[in-house]
């Protein structure tokens, strides 16, 4: 998977209490669970651009109170996705 590169600043670091030691993973993270959270992707497609178990994303999202409105749009979706991987 290709990746680019983004310079944040230190106070929004902080606010977002990213780990210090890797905080692109956590930032990612939060961008595909924030895309999610607006119905932009599913919640497969949100775990597999960030690279996270699809377990550890629902729990990720759970601890930051984000619904899981998965429907059969958002099956059908992760479907698709499962098959391309």
């Known amino acids: 998977m290709k990746s680019v590169q983004v310079n ?6 902080e606010a977002a209490q990213l780990n210090r030691s890797n905080p692109s993973a ?3 993270r939060l ?3 924030e895309l999610f959270r607006e119905d932009k992707i599913s919640l ?5 651009l960030c690279e996270t178990p699809l377990e550890v994303f629902i729990e990720f999202a759970g601890r930051r109170a ?3 409105h998965y429907g059969a749009e958002q099956l059908e979706e992760d479907r698709r996705t499962l098959q391309r991987l």
């Not at 497969?44 to 597999?48: L, P, T």
């Open 8 to 13: 944040l600043p230190e106070g929004l670091v």
């Open 31 to 33: 961008l595909a669970l």
């Open 44 to 48: 497969g497609r949100a775990a597999e």
């Open 66 to 68: 984000v619904s899981l």
């Open 26 to 28: 956590d930032a990612a």
